[in-house]
């Protein structure tokens, strides 16, 4: 039947299904992965704001089987805006040494006195069984806690793989180490969280592992992903706005807020390639940075409530790095670069100050744009994708 034909519900699976298929479509016309196991990516030495001083943060990428998610097996093809699989082994199994021998070579190459914060990254989820074997994960465990001056690891995982005997683990061999558990809100709503990013999980679970850390003492931290595919620049601010307010509730003591961008083989890449898709513009992302500080500071910004998380622009450490990401214009992109990345380090809005630029023009005619009901544009925009062949450049590449 034809969608338009369809009743509300059923239009919906059907394009909740369409996407899933292309998803898993363009995984599966990814060339061979060539991800070397004994030659992991170089690590990221990044200056950080810390409990009120700047750290060094060492961003450590393990080459993995890569987020059981997106094994195309599962029949899921992933997150929609997420790279992360193409530079994983793609589900095929690893020695049980080579994360540990990566990581710990990783450890060797940093200097020991400097790093005080540590972000362990596997493309997937560090606290999946499948993805990091427990006895892996104890060793390197054990490798953190004797890395000198380390006060900080951060790692990721999906909220199925929270439990009590993983939180008790962490506690026993890092009880001395903040220890950040990022799990994606990405977006508070149920409709754009399962038919536009294809998630596979709802905000009831993500809220249950958000609590299930704090009951153990540990720091639950969010991702907000701003502009999911087929959403406009308008409703990304509006979104985004929304998706902290309820990780705020939720108890969550970070935000990281996620500016999409185009990462190869994505649903992204291909709506970028036919042309329904740009990353969010750097304006969007301040403004919205302003918004949630008036929001949690009700405009006074000597206010403090204590349940005020700590709020970060992340989105621009990536591994395989990005084919594009969120921006202005090129001649305002250095600055606003910059402006971001002093703003992580001081959590100060006043740094945005003064910032001016002709393509603060185009940013505005954006926010023009008005789309319908998320079923209708994704089959619409579906439409016209392949009238155009938009997948043609995928294959070959
Ligand atoms: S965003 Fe996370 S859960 Fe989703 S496919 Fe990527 S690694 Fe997996
Ligand atoms: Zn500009």
Not at 138 to 155: E, H, K
Request: aromatic fraction near 8%.
């Amino acid at each position: 039947m034809k969608w338009q034909r369809m009743k509300p519900q059923l239009m919906r699976e059907a394009a909740k299904e369409r996407v899933r298929e292309l998803n898993l479509r363009l995984k599966r016309l990814m060339p061979p992965s060539d991800a070397d196991i004994s030659s992991p990516p170089p690590v990221n030495v990044i200056r950080d704001e810390m409990h009120g001083h700047v750290a060094e943060r060492a961003v450590i990428t393990l080459t993995s089987r890569g987020c059981e998610w997106a094994h195309s097996r599962k029949g899921s093809g992933g997150c929609t805006m997420c790279g992360h699989y193409k530079g994983t082994t793609r589900g095929k199994p690893l020695d049980q040494r080579a994360l540990f021998d990566q990581f710990r070579t990783q450890l060797q190459g940093l200097n020991h006195g400097s790093i005080e914060w540590l972000c362990l990254y596997n493309s997937g989820s560090f606290l999946s069984p499948e993805e990091v074997p427990p006895e892996t994960r104890r060793n390197i465990y054990d490798l953190v806690a004797d890395f000198p001056n380390i006060r900080r690891l951060t790692i990721e995982t999906r909220p199925e793989f929270v439990n009590q005997s993983v939180l008790k683990e962490i506690n026993r061999y890092l009880g001395q180490i903040e220890v950040e558990i990022g799990i994606g809100i990405e977006t508070v709503n149920d409709t754009v969280r399962d038919l536009c990013i294809n998630k596979g999980y709802g905000y009831s679970e993500f809220c249950a592992a958000v609590d299930l850390i704090n009951e153990h003492h540990l720091k639950p931290l969010a991702y907000a992903l701003m502009k999911p595919a087929f959403m406009t620049e308008y409703e990304a601010i509006l979104n985004t706005l929304c998706s902290v307010a309820h990780a705020i509730e939720s108890g969550v003591k970070v935000v990281s807020i996620e500016p999409g961008s185009i990462q190869d083989y994505t649903l992204l890449d291909y709506l970028r390639r036919g042309g329904c898709y740009d990353p969010p513009m750097i304006w969007s992302v301040i403004e919205v940075v302003k918004m949630i500080n008036h929001m949690v500071t009700l405009g006074d910004s000597s206010l403090k409530f204590p349940n005020t998380p700590e709020l970060r622009m992340g989105g621009y450490v990536f591994f395989p790095v990005p084919l594009e990401f969120s921006q202005n214009c090129p001649e305002c992109n250095e600055r606003a670069m910059g402006l971001i990345e002093q703003f992580n380090l001081k959590n100060d809005i006043s740094v945005f100050e003064g910032y001016q630029c002709a393509c603060r023009g185009q940013w505005l005619e954006r926010l023009r744009d008005r789309k319908p009901p998320y079923a209708v544009r994704i089959h619409s925009t579906l439409d016209e994708l392949e009238q155009k062949n938009t997948i043609s450049s995928f294959i070959g590449r």
